[in-house]
């Protein structure tokens, strides 16, 4: 009868454990989504899987003690700025409507970085609008010898480039697409719309 | 009362195998990477010395210092694994050192914290374009 009992016991620990682990296995897994072949968003990753605690990130070993201790990246997103790519966070205007007030200087905390307020616009081929490129937001963050003259050479018209060297990590893709807003948000770029008037009448006086 | 405390281990034992079992199912359901954007996995001299890779995380460093601070004050160039970081550069100030001192940042005897990643990922800055564009995020490797 006791042997029974504790059968029972054991089966329903069973039971209670096994139901533990599918709750917590399921927003990983996501089964009921891959079984539908024409679900939405195929390949893209689901919102509640974006910023993801350490431990199931897959580059933290889950092993490692130390995750307890550190800070959860959902938590430090709270209270800042939303954004469209990368960590889903708006940096520039977290720092603007100082949501965060990162220091300029180990030495002296109270040092406020020189801004530079000077837009470069650079006009692009194809249909895509020009790129206005802010000094603003860019002082605010970096000192004129992180760009200046290793990526790019300070003189207008000195750095011809394509996106294709961008994706490869090169000029704006040394910090764009690694570290700042990812490439995929085209128009933050791409901002200033091309003058057709303008090309129309470049493109007929050319033809004459 | 002897019948009544045997089965005891007997169910220790196995509720400690179910959990372990339960772990094991949780963590191998994630089989590709959802790190955040731009964290940083140094893997230059960790496998071989069988420690764990280090993880730098930008977003947290981001909100606390800007750019500059690391990547002209303190001479970090701008490439996953170019700087040739060792612990004795660190110990001696150099690099993570330089707050990484018991002073500014919690200090070196906090191994964890920083070689946090699984054994053999390898050097790479965590979703930089190129990693998502030959597999999208979402997609199986």
């Known amino acids: ?15 209670d454990v096994s139901s533990r682990i ?6 990983l897994k996501g089964a009921s989504q891959e079984a539908d072949p024409n679900r939405f968003n195929r390949l893209l990753l689901p919102k ?3 910023t993801p605690a350490l431990e199931y990130d897959g580059i933290h070993d889950p092993a490692n003690r130390g995750i307890t201790i550190l800070q959860q990246p959902r938590n430090a997103f709270k209270p800042l700025a939303v954004g469209k790519g990368g960590n889903y966070v708006d940096w520039v205007k977290s720092l603007d409507e100082k949501k965060i007030r990162p220091i300029f200087s180990l030495r002296d905390k109270t040092e ?3 801004l530079l307020d000077l837009d470069i616009v650079r006009e692009v081929k194809g249909s895509m609008p020009d790129v206005v490129y802010p000094h603003r937001q860019h002082t ?9 003259p290793a990526i790019f050479i300070p003189q207008k018209g000195a750095n011809p480039m394509s996106m294709t060297e961008i994706i490869l990590g090169e000029k704006c893709g040394v910090c764009h697409g690694k570290v700042a807003f990812p490439i995929t948000e085209c128009r933050r770029c791409h901002s200033k719309p091309k003058n057709i008037k303008r090309i129309r009448q470049q493109e007929t006086s050319s033809s004459k | 009362m002897n019948t009544c405390i045997k089965p005891k281990p007997r169910l220790c034992c196995g509720y400690g195998c179910l959990v372990v079992i339960g772990f094991s199912l949780i963590f191998s359901a994630t089989p590709f990477a959802h790190a955040e954007y731009g964290d940083i996995v140094i893997n230059n001299f960790s496998d071989a010395a069988g420690m764990r890779p280090p993880i730098f995380p930008h977003w ?3 909100i606390r210092f800007r750019c500059k601070v690391c990547h002209v004050d303190l001479g970090f160039k701008i490439k996953a694994g170019g700087n040739k970081i060792n612990m004795a550069k660190i110990i001696s100030g150099e690099f993570c050192g330089a707050c990484h001192n018991g002073e500014v940042a919690w200090s070196v005897e906090n191994c964890d914290l920083c070689h946090s990643a699984q054994l053999g990922t390898p050097t790479q800055v965590h979703k930089n374009t190129l990693q998502t564009l030959i597999a999208p995020i979402g997609a199986k490797q």
């Open chain 2, 60 to 62: 947290f460093h981001r």
């Open chain 1, 140 to 148: 605010e963050w970096l000192d004129c010898s992180n760009c200046h």
């Open chain 1, 48 to 50: 509640e899987k974006r």
């Open chain 1, 1 to 15: 009868m006791q042997n029974i009992f504790f059968v029972i016991v054991i089966v329903s620990l069973f039971a």
């Open chain 1, 22 to 27: 599918v709750c917590a296995a399921e927003p």
């Open chain 1, 112 to 114: 406020t970085p020189m």
